[in-house]
């Protein structure tokens, strides 16, 4: 049995500001090292749960966080950023089930910890097929096109209310409960490793119960960004249409390349945000 395991850092345990979770940031180094922890409990838990394979892909920022010296040694890692499938690079029809470790709510919720989808400048809210969505949704999404399911998503409890409204039947350990954008109630690191652990192996032997997540097709994926010159660089992908002053949407046959579509209106709109305004 094959596992991939996607480890964002906003929904790792004891992390709840950009402080710890920026690369370069103050505490950061230690929170590097938290996400190894949550990570490696995931793969213990996955191995318990029967895994003869795991793949840890890290999917925080430039991708490039977890140390290959504090993971799981039955564990390989796809560092570094740019990949084709982002954060669940790794992906094929080869693997039984997919992870999500560290993962948060989509833009806006208010006891989700560092809420947003992406980017967090320059953007307010994504569906797909005018269904708000986050990083859960839209992954969940690219893993179903491999007909691999999300088996287990840990984060605060806002994710794990927002993993169980998308995915049916998913297993979930919330870390913390979220007080604020930027401040939570943590459970204690072994208490959360323990709890992830066990998650981790009851989802795999409870795998028959979750689906892949297929969304319908042609697929489309609308981005409302804060300021209208993000629209104006949005809405240069191709195919793409302007559907009011701030919001830009596309549309593929093949959620694929939907999902490609919409990581260039991120990141071209991401390029036109002004600091100032
Ligand atoms: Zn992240």
Not at 35 to 44: H, K
Not at 46 to 59: H, M
Not at 115 to 124: C, T, V
Not at 251 to 260: H, I, K, P
């Amino acid at each position: 049995m094959k596992v991939l395991i996607s480890v964002d850092m906003e929904g790792i345990s004891g992390v709840v500001h950009s402080s710890q979770a920026s690369p370069g940031a103050r505490d950061y180094e230690w929170a590097r090292t938290m996400m190894a922890g949550d990570a490696n409990a995931a793969v213990q838990g996955a191995l318990d749960g029967g895994a003869t394979e795991v793949v840890v892909a890290d999917a925080h920022d430039g991708m490039r966080n977890i140390r290959l010296n504090e993971l799981h040694p039955a564990a390989s890692l796809v560092s570094g950023g740019g990949r084709p499938l982002s954060m669940v690079h790794g992906m094929d029809e080869s693997f039984d089930a997919v992870f999500f470790v560290g993962y948060h709510t989509m833009p806006g919720h208010p006891e989700g910890i560092m809420n947003h989808a992406y980017i967090s400048k320059g953007l307010q809210n994504v569906w797909l097929n005018e269904r708000l969505v986050g990083e859960i949704g839209i992954f969940a999404g690219v893993a179903g096109t491999f007909g691999v399911p999300v088996a287990f998503v840990t984060g605060d409890a806002a994710t794990c209310a927002e993993a169980e409204d998308w995915l049916p039947a998913v297993a979930t350990v919330a870390v913390k409960q979220g007080i604020t954008r930027f401040s939570a109630q943590c459970l204690g690191q072994a208490e959360a490793h323990r709890r992830i652990t066990a998650g981790a192996a009851q989802a795999l032997r409870n795998l028959s119960r979750v689906q892949p997540l297929k969304p319908d097709t042609p697929a489309t994926f609308q981005v409302e960004l804060t300021g209208s010159q993000c629209a104006d660089y949005a809405a240069r992908v191709p195919g793409s249409r302007r559907v009011d002053n701030r919001t830009v949407a596309c549309t593929a046959d093949d959620y694929l390349d939907s999902f490609r579509a919409l990581r260039l209106m991120f990141e071209l709109a991401a390029g036109a945000v002004d600091t100032a305004y």
